[in-house]
Every structure is written in C-alpha cells, then in structure tokens.
C-alpha cells in the first residue's frame, strides 16, 4: 500500500512544475513579471509595481508617451502588496532608475505585518524559478521569507493545489466571458482585463459590501509602514534606484470614504512626502462618469483619464525623475 502512494507522490512532484507553468491561472503574471526582469535585452527605465488596481489603471505605454518616451513596464499583479513587490527589488535591471510604488490610502495606516508574504505568495515564486539574493534581508526579515529555503520536494508537492486555482479562473471566465484574463498574462504596458462595468445592480451591491460601514474622516500613518517604506527607498537608493510612491484613485460612490478624510489624507501624506516622493492621485477621478468597473477597478475610459492625470503630476512634483537624461 506504501509503495503505490511513494509512486503517486513522485509522479505528482514530477508532473506538478510542468502543470503550474502551462495550466491557465491568476499566478502566471509573476512568471511574465520574472522573466522580463531576467531578460537582458530589455532595459526599463522605470517599473510600476502595485496590485490588480494599478494593471487596470495606468497604461505604461501613454505614460511613456507624456514623459519623453522613457522605458516603463508595469509589473502589477493581481493582489501583489508592498513586500510582494520588493521580492522583485534585488533583480531589477540595471537600467531601471525609477520604481513608483503605489498604494491605496488606508494602506498608510496598516500595520504591515498585515501583509505577511504567505506560503502560496512564495511558492509561486519559487514554482517560477525565483531565487532570492542574499540582500533580501536587507528587505524583509529571514524570518518572513524561510519558506524559500523549503525542500524542493515539498515545494512541488504542496504546488498541486494549482489545479484547483487553474478550475476556479476557468469557471470565473466561464461566468464572466466579458473578462480578458488572457491578457494579464501576456501585457507588460496596460493589463486591464475589463472590457465593462459590472451592472447596475451588481455594481451598488459592491458598493455597499466594500463602503465603510461608518463615515470616515481622518487617517494616521502607521510608524511600522513608514518604517517599511523608507528601508525600501534606502536599499533602491543603495542600487541607484529612486522610489516614488503614488497614490491609487479613490471611488467617490465609497461616499464613507468622507471629504474630511480625503483632506486629512492631504495634510498626513505631507509627513511621507518629506522623506519619500508622494503624488497623489486619490482624487484624480472625482467627477468622472464611468472611471469605475467596480469600487476599485478602473475602466479603461478611467484609466486614459487617470494615466494623463499622473503624468501631469509626475513632471509638475518630480520633474527631476523624468527628465531627458533617460
């Protein structure tokens, strides 16, 4: 009886790599992401690291066309959070000068301990050939990222799961054939899969689900999350790489979400800004029909209007980050 499971195990180690890499799933966009950075023909001046927020609003390609037609990948993927994103920070190119982070606003008042890299998180990188550099812990504490010193063996075995995420992405397809997740896989500029907005009706069920139940009018940034951000700022600085954070666009329709706040916002994110470049664009879609597909996700119609937006504030706050010396 042993040997029949020994034989089941092995075979699923050896057939699981070959599933993760072809089988249609939300992970695969870590793999483009890791491959572009590894190929050596390619030389971004600035990456744009973020989550599915950032893939459904700024298209890299209109960005580079406003700011002199420097080099810009956008490496978001969907639900990648700020330490995700520094696992990429060690292998940029040497060409990149610049990474604009962004983030929502209550992010800047989240412990970041929240965002603990989880198993499946790590996994996927490994399953991708990602192999984590020395400095990480330059990062990220060795005591958050153990997993990736995790017997190969047991990482394949535990990959298996894939083929539950592989069914769920071919049934949400199935249900909403108006989704290219394809795209997602094979986009380095603009990966926005929405082709339109949720219905009305789905689109007001959203809003209240994710509508703070209380009105919110101030925000504190949390120490631990400034504490984050400026290792990242120093260890991109140690590598001649300057960081820039920006702020996503917040939906007027989350109304929980007060006028007070989004001026306390203002005011607070002036303490971030003195150490680390801010340009907001939280209300970059106030007054536009149409910029939403859901609470979070920006239209594509949106998305040109919230790209433009950025690259004006880029070269108004920043303009020494993009300059001709690209």
């Known amino acids: 009886m042993i040997v029949p499971i020994i034989f089941a195990v092995i075979l699923s180690n050896l057939v699981t790599p070959f599933l993760y890499r072809s089988a249609p799933n939300d992970f695969a966009r870590t793999q483009l992401i890791l491959k ?20 459904s609003g700024i298209n890299a390609r209109q960005l580079s066309d406003s700011l002199n037609n420097i080099k810009i990948y956008n490496f978001s993927s969907t639900g990648q959070t700020i330490k995700e994103s520094m696992l990429y920070y060690p292998d940029l190119p040497k060409s990149t000068k610049t990474v604009v982070q962004f983030m929502q606003t209550d992010e800047f008042q989240r412990d970041p301990d929240v965002y603990e890299l989880k198993e499946p998180i790590m ?13 990480l812990n330059k990062l990220l504490a060795p005591s958050e990222t153990e997993y990736f010193d995790a017997p190969k063996y047991l990482v394949d075995y535990q990959a298996r799961t894939i083929m539950v995420t592989a069914f769920n992405r071919s049934v949400r397809q199935f249900l909403r054939p108006d989704l ?13 899969v929405y082709t339109k907005p949720l219905s009305p009706n789905e689109y007001g069920s959203r809003i209240a ?31 001649g790489i300057n960081l820039i ?19 306390d916002f203002e005011v607070k994110i002036k303490q971030v ?31 040109k209007v919230l790209t433009g937006y950025l690259a004006v504030k880029l070269k108004k706050e920043v303009p020494e980050y993009f300059d001709n010396k690209f």
């Open 36 to 55: 572009t950075i590894k190929n050596k023909k390619l030389h971004p001046d600035v990456v744009l690291f973020g989550s599915s927020i950032l893939m």
């Open 123 to 135: 996994r996927n990188f490994l399953m991708f050939g990602y192999k984590p550099r020395e400095d």
């Open 180 to 192: 290219q997740l394809d795209k997602a896989n094979k986009e380095l500029y603009f990966p926005n």
């Open 209 to 239: 689900q994710e509508n703070p139940a209380h009105p919110i009018n101030s925000i504190t940034i949390n120490s631990k999350m400034m504490a984050l951000l400026l290792k990242g700022r120093d260890y991109l600085k140690s590598k």
């Open 245 to 263: 954070i920006v702020v996503y666009p917040l939906n007027a329709d989350l109304y929980n979400y007060t006028d007070s706040y989004r001026k």
């Open 273 to 303: 800004n003195a150490l680390i470049p801010v340009v907001s664009c939280a209300d970059a879609l106030l007054g536009t029909k149409g910029s939403f597909v859901d609470h979070e996700h920006v239209s594509r119609p949106g998305a």
